[in-house]
């Protein structure tokens, strides 16, 4: 069953206090809040992903649903076969269906848009299922907070169990690292676990009464987690070295935590209905108050607009910062799929993959013409490059068994209208690499494309229309070292 909504949204500009933790000076900063009601009264809504669709989707705990967000504010609810299932954390499965936790009925849910709901019942009874995500191995890996184990299941929904050393330590959320070992926040122990794939567990203790909630991996290749208790966000190493960083407002509850396309690390202040950033690197906690009151902000992940969602569990939305590096645009790497897969750069704009893990992944040209290549790069890394000149560019891993890759189609620059016999400037590269030509088509009315530019080193050229009125088509590719890029999407001029 699904429930749709096509919501309109709230944006507000809202001015941000920096504080700077370790040295260097503070300035305001402001960021535009965009946020969307949910339909369903009193949903709840907590745990977020970025979806192998390139939309977020989300946990309604209290109305038994899954949720989906577009770009652009349309929210769909999906019930949860099982009622009273309160769906609590959720991940995108390497089979491309989202995966997530059912504490009340101790079950483990799988949703694939195309079939439907599967649910698996966890071995260990009421064993009070809390977080999820995707372990490097491919497997869905998951915190039993009441059997004191770390779960696994396949996606073909075979368990595996592994209790932990300490007793009732309280396992309650998982991420996969950079290091390839799963990190749980145990907030009963207060301690953080790196589990291995195979099972070995080794603790690391926090300071007293931190009581670790919720964590993630970082940009920089360590992980990172919120301590609700000492009003605090940690990291620590992969060696397990801990480094702590105060939160300026008082008792703001922190709560969700996620790596964001900008590098930095993001979480939600639910005592306070703030969403806060940290710079990686320097320690700079900035804070943005959520406009609806009393929001209490409770899940969040980065967006594959470059966007940070989060969910709103008590003003019952869903919202986002507007995170996006102007002239910037932005896909997705998952294990199983790049999302989207083609993506229109305008001429001169950069292209930011963001790789969402937990496996590695490459961004390598295709061409021939060895443009660009990022090299093995982890969960929560970014690789950008600018897009300079006009074409159809493919890209791959070059990371083995690795499928992923896509194409960067960038057209060029003309004006959508014109005069006879009055010339008008066609721009196909804002910069050429080194020993590179462009070669330039246009197609006159009714007619086919023919070579108007060859082997030229311009950046742009002067066009008269002379055919007559219709509509001019041109289209580029980049050439270099013998190689070629693909032509670039048709831009069209009517002239009249």
């Known amino acids: 069953m699904r429930s749709r909504t096509g919501n309109t949204a709230r944006v507000v500009l809202v001015a941000a206090g920096l504080v700077v933790l370790a040295g260097g000076s503070a300035s ?14 009193g949903s709840h809504p907590g745990d977020m992903t970025v979806g192998p669709d390139g939309n977020t989707w989300f946990v309604e705990q209290k109305s038994g649903k899954i949720g989906e967000v577009t770009h ?37 849910g799988r949703y694939l848009p195309s079939s439907g709901f599967k649910e698996y019942t966890i071995p260990t009874a009421n064993s009070s299922p809390r977080g999820i995500t995707v372990g490097p191995d491919g497997a ?21 169990e592994y209790t932990l050393p300490i007793a009732a330590s309280g396992p309650s959320r998982i991420a996969a690292g950079a290091d390839g070992n799963l990190w749980v926040t145990q907030t009963k122990a207060n301690e953080i ?88 690197g320097n320690g700079h906690v900035t804070e943005y108050p959520i406009p609806t009151a009393n929001s209490g902000p409770g899940g969040i992940t980065f967006g594959a607009n470059g966007q940070i969602w989060f969910s709103e569990s008590t003003g019952n939305k869903v919202g986002y910062v507007l995170d996006a590096t102007g002239h910037t645009t932005y896909a997705v790497i998952h294990d199983n799929a790049t999302e989207p897969a083609g993506r229109v750069v305008h001429l001169g704009d950069s292209m930011r993959w963001i790789f969402a893990g937990p496996n590695q992944h490459s961004v390598t040209d295709s061409t021939g013409m060895g443009l660009y290549d990022s090299g093995p790069l982890g969960p929560v890394s970014t690789f950008t490059y600018p897009f300079t000149a006009a074409g159809g560019f493919p890209y791959t891993s070059t990371v083995a068994s690795d499928t992923t890759g896509g194409t960067i189609k960038v057209p060029l620059v003309v004006p959508a209208t014109g005069t006879q016999n009055t010339p008008f400037t066609v721009t196909w590269s804002t910069a050429l690499p ?63």
Do not use: C
């Open 434 to 496: 080194v020993g590179a030509t462009m070669n330039v088509q246009v197609a006159t009315p009714g007619g086919s494309f023919a070579t108007w530019q060859s082997a030229t080193t311009a950046l742009s050229g002067s066009y008269t229309p002379t055919a007559g009125p219709g509509v001019y088509q041109f289209e580029a590719q980049l050439v270099s070292g013998g190689h070629t890029s693909g032509w670039s999407p048709i831009a069209r001029v009517t002239v009249r």
């Open 193 to 280: 676990a790196r589990v291995t794939p195979t099972g070995s567990v080794t603790e690391y203790p926090l300071p007293s009464g931190a009581t670790p909630a919720r964590i993630a991996a970082g940009p920089d290749g360590n992980v990172w987690f919120t301590e609700a208790g000492i009003n605090e966000v940690g990291q620590i190493t992969p060696s397990g070295t801990i480094t702590q960083f105060a939160i300026p407002t008082v008792a703001s509850n922190p709560t969700a935590i996620s790596a964001g396309a900008d590098g930095n690390v993001w979480f939600t202040e639910q005592g306070a209905g703030k969403i806060a950033r940290i710079t990686v």
């Open 72 to 108: 652009n504010g349309t929210i769909t609810g999906f019930a949860v076969p099982t009622k009273l299932s309160s769906p609590t954390a959720i991940a995108s499965g390497p089979d491309g269906a989202l995966w997530f936790t059912e504490n009340s009925t101790n079950k483990i």
């Open 28 to 41: 305001a900063t402001t960021r535009m809040v965009t946020e969307f009601p949910i339909s369903t009264a």
């Open 140 to 160: 869905l890996w998951f915190t039993e907070f009441n059997a004191n184990k770390i779960g696994r299941i396949t996606t073909a929904g075979a368990f595996h």
